[in-house]
């Protein structure tokens, strides 16, 4: 539910894509150490996407909470996913908020409007019509398209809303059955950002059977039709060779075309990836 980016307003956990910067071909995720980490955040969060995509979510955990340490706001979004979904740990919604918020103070949008969603659903957290309207506001501020929707609709009751919207609702009231069939639905009608939510959800396995091929092909159907969080969640998977073949070129590909549209997250990336291969030069 996510993971910074453009229109990527839900999480999904998605979110968790948001904190994946491509590392150097020469430094491979599963040759790195805390030193390392610590060192190049950027590298150190590819590591932990990579591990989460392999359902290692302890290892995961390790490297975001190195990172959390010294206030990475990426780290701390994903730790908060892995806390409210249960992933490799009890399920323990207070934690989830409390790095929610601390990931949301460090200017993270996701965070800022999975919190909003939160208290404006009242189901998962105590609702709270004003905090959610702050978050939102910060997430909007930030260019989350989907926050700035929300915000017209805060108050409202969930039967007004957009069938996109009430997948949203459903999501944030930890309803994934329901919202991953409304996801369906839109995807099915050729909705790009219900498809991109799809995958995380399949990716994740929150309401549907966990399934990293099925979640590969709702990505690449998104990224093929210009969604940029699909686009970059692609890049990722042939960087790692997780749900797509190892491809480096056509992981740069899918990163170029995502950071084409601001997606922050991509920026980042392709930036450290020329930076890398500027270096080796």
Request: charged share 20%; proline share 4%; no cysteine.
């Amino acid at each position: 539910m996510k993971p910074v980016q453009g229109n990527g307003g839900a999480r999904l956990a998605w979110a968790l894509a948001a904190a994946l910067a491509v590392a150097p071909a020469a430094s491979l995720a599963q040759d790195s150490t805390r030193a390392d980490w610590l060192r190049n955040p950027a590298m150190g969060n590819y590591k932990a996407y990579a591990e989460f995509k392999m359902a290692n979510y302890a290892f995961a955990r390790e490297v975001w909470e190195t990172l959390a340490e010294v206030g990475n706001g990426d780290a701390l979004f994903n730790l908060a996913i892995l806390a409210e979904d249960g992933l490799g740990e009890p399920r323990n919604m207070a934690k989830a908020e409390a790095l929610y918020t601390s990931a949301a103070q460090t200017g993270n949008f996701k965070a800022q409007y999975r919190l909003g969603m939160l208290y404006n659903a009242g189901q998962q957290l105590p609702r709270d019509v004003e905090k959610a309207r702050v978050y939102l506001t910060l997430a909007a501020q930030g260019g989350d398209k989907d926050a700035l929707a929300t915000l017209a609709t805060l108050g409202q009751p969930s039967s007004s809303l957009t069938p996109y919207q009430q997948a949203e609702w459903f999501s944030a009231s930890g309803q994934h059955t329901e919202a991953a069939a409304l996801y369906t639905q839109l995807a099915a009608a050729g909705d790009a950002r219900a498809q991109t939510r799809l995958a995380w959800m399949f990716e994740a396995g929150r309401g549907v059977p966990r399934s990293l091929p099925e979640a590969a092909w709702r990505f690449e159907l998104a990224a093929r039709a210009g969604e940029p969080e699909a686009q970059y969640a692609l890049a990722v998977m042939h960087r790692t060779g997780q749900g797509r073949e190892r491809d480096l070129a056509q992981s740069l590909t899918w990163l170029r075309l995502a950071a084409a549209q601001a997606y922050p997250a991509a920026v980042a990336a392709l930036a450290s990836t020329e930076e890398a291969q500027g270096q080796a030069r």
